[in-house]
């Protein structure tokens, strides 16, 4: 297997799982597409054609020196003393779930996910767009200073090829409660923390002190309708959508992390916020993604770091 063969079933089974549904991210790829069609040739130089074929820009190949791959070292956070530990013990590939490089300078693209996902669950979508193009502009704003191609600058000198793989592996998380929830009778937001925590990751995570915490609501309230609305889409979106979210009917809304902001806006509209885990839901979703990896090619060899819960299903 290969580095770009590795990236190509990442993004493809992203699109597979992604909520919106298969057919609303190829008609965002469609767009892009018309959009890059409408620029000038001096225009076209400067666009990221990746977009073409990538609607998740924060999920990326950062480095490929083309050789085969057969152990990978994978981790919610990857730096340079992970990498030199990758060196160390002959890694072919490192991946990382949160983004580096242009990945983490495309944070903000992948949030119009948010956009559509909220459409999803019965908010107008001009609200949900309206609500949320401050919040993805304040975000671009935020990692425009970062230095945030100094780790892949140690890849290439290393030689080690790495990639960060990030809105693919929320989508699978999300796919994966989404199902879950849809199979299961859920009442009341007890039974929904329940859930949770027969999960594995999950399961760990509460015995690592980072189990899944009820932010906003009661265990004895009823759940309602449950969203999904927090767990992929780049990062947190608006405090302002908790509201137009219960308009919606929705009861229950689970995320990753939320803010104290947030919570206290999901606590006004009278919406439960339960917050699954921050590593603990990275470490599904990277899970899944390893899962599906390891049914394509048997002899990979998988070393877990930085955070990453592995569990084998």
């Known amino acids: 297997m290969l580095v770009k063969d590795v990236w190509h079933l990442a993004i493809e089974k992203a699109k597979s799982d992604d909520l919106r549904g298969k057919q609303a991210v190829e008609k965002v790829l469609k767009r892009q597409q018309k959009i890059y069609d409408d620029l000038s040739e001096k225009e076209q130089e400067n666009f990221n054609v990746e977009l ?40 072919d ?36 767009q309206n609500l949320l193009k401050p919040r993805i502009s304040e975000v671009g704003r935020s990692i425009n200073s970062k230095n945030a191609y100094r780790v892949v600058d140690a890849a290439k000198l290393l030689d080690i090829n790495f990639m960060c793989l990030h809105t693919v592996c929320d989508n699978l998380v999300a796919r994966y409660l989404y199902d879950e929830i849809e199979k299961s009778d859920l009442e009341y937001v007890s039974d929904v923390l329940d859930l949770l925590n027969n999960i594995p990751e999950y399961k760990q995570a509460k015995k690592m002190s980072f189990g899944p915490v009820l932010f906003a609501g009661n265990k004895n309230n009823y759940a309602g309708k449950i969203a999904l609305t927090e767990i992929t889409g780049g990062t ?20 990753m992390h939320m803010s104290d902001k947030h919570r206290k806006a999901a606590k006004d509209a009278h919406v439960n916020a339960l917050i699954a885990g921050h590593m603990s839901s990275d470490s599904l979703g990277v899970n899944l993604l390893l899962d599906e990896l390891l049914n394509k090619d048997k002899n990979l060899e998988i070393l877990p770091v930085s955070g990453l819960i592995r569990v084998k299903r």
């Open 236 to 255: 947190e979106g608006v405090p302002a959508i908790y509201k137009h979210l219960a308009q919606a009917g929705i009861g229950t809304v689970i995320g």
């Open 52 to 91: 073409l074929d990538n609607p998740y820009p924060d999920s990326v190949i950062l480095y490929d020196n083309g050789n085969e791959v057969n152990k990978i070292m994978v981790g919610i956070d990857i730096d340079i003393s992970e990498l030199l530990l990758a060196k160390e013990l002959n890694v």
């Open 93 to 128: 590939l490192v991946i990382s779930h949160h983004p580096q490089a242009q990945g983490l300078l495309n944070l903000n693209s992948v949030m119009e996910l948010q956009v559509g996902l909220l459409a999803k669950y019965g908010v107008p979508i001009n609200i949900a």
